[in-house]
């Protein structure tokens, strides 16, 4: 079946040149391994690309969407249509001056805080274990260990709903826990770069903390394929207790399984499908519901059909 959206996507192809992959698998680029092919998928190095082609996009009305790290969606095994943008703006400047840093929003936020950990700065330190990118880190408000993004930024440039680049102060984002104003808001801002502020410390310290934060997330969250807490911790409760009180520990779907070694984590351990996935999602959910009387709510994002509207 032919593409209602196949001239546009040739001439963007054309415009962006080496940057453009069509009908490229997106498993291959998931954390969990999971996903059909994009029509047409875009992997911008430079912010320069990550403009360009969000303004080709918006010019020709082609469905597109941003993604940074694919480590907490499941994309669908029919794939996505339009166009998929991987964001892979990971340059870092560090002012030694001003004791701050500014990262490109597809570097990832772990490799970015143990950078200021080797240079004996804090701030990020938090962020040592954390996976994803520092633009998805912004949108979510994301943290752990008692520290946020709110906590540290500075400032951010983003790219309006006009095509407008500007630059916004913390307050803009209107952060709350593990949320801001971006969070579900589409397409209409991309987060280009953010500063963050950090502070001088003993290196010893903070090198000592950053390697028990590591080790604590080593112990708690089983290594492979996986897209990270699958449900959110219901009130005064955790999501993984539960699944596990269930009996759920080890459950299968096709290659899909519950951890063994925390029950929140789905793992993809050979040819898991989307499909696999929401299954047991599904059949956990149940089992829950039935034993406890509790709703598990997927913390994880789910794209169900092919497309791409927000």
């Known amino acids: 079946m032919n593409s209602p959206w196949a001239e546009q996507i040739e001439a963007i192809a054309t415009q962006l040149g080496a940057a453009a992959r069509r009908n490229e698998p997106l498993a291959r680029y998931s954390a969990v391994g999971i996903g059909g092919p994009a029509e047409l998928l875009v992997i911008a190095e430079e912010s320069e690309t990550l403009v360009r082609a969000i303004t080709l996009a918006r010019e020709v009305q082609l469905p597109w969407r941003i993604f940074g790290g694919l480590t907490n969606l499941l994309l669908p095994d029919a794939g996505l249509c339009g166009m998929v943008i991987l964001n892979r703006v990971q340059q870092v400047q560090w002012d030694e001056a001003a004791l701050r840093c500014a990262a490109g929003s597809g570097a990832v936020i772990a490799q970015v805080a143990r950078q200021a950990v080797r240079r004996g700065w804090g701030g990020l330190t938090w962020a040592v274990g954390l996976p994803g990118t520092v633009g998805g880190a912004v949108v979510n408000n994301a943290g752990a260990f008692g520290g946020d993004i ?160 927000a």
Request: glycine share 10%.
């Open 150 to 309: 709110a906590g540290g930024l500075v400032s951010a440039q983003i790219l309006g709903p006009e095509g407008v680049v500007e630059t916004v102060a913390p307050e803009w984002f209107d952060f709350r826990y593990r949320c801001s104003r971006l969070k579900g808001a589409g397409r209409e801002w991309v987060v280009l770069a953010a500063t963050f502020q950090l502070r001088e410390t003993d290196p010893t310290r903070v090198q000592l903390k950053a390697a028990e934060y590591s080790e604590r997330r080593r112990r708690t969250q089983p290594p492979g394929r996986t897209l990270g807490s699958t449900f959110k911790n219901p009130p005064e409760e955790y999501a993984g207790r539960l699944i596990e009180a269930a009996g759920l520990k080890g459950a299968r779907v096709g290659d899909v399984v519950v951890s063994t070694q925390h029950a929140n984590f789905f793992m993809n351990e050979g040819a898991g499908t989307a499909a696999d996935f929401l299954a047991l999602l599904e059949r956990v959910q149940s089992e829950v519901a039935r034993q406890f009387g509790v709703e598990l709510e997927p913390e994880i994002e789910i794209l169900e059909r092919k497309g791409l509207d």
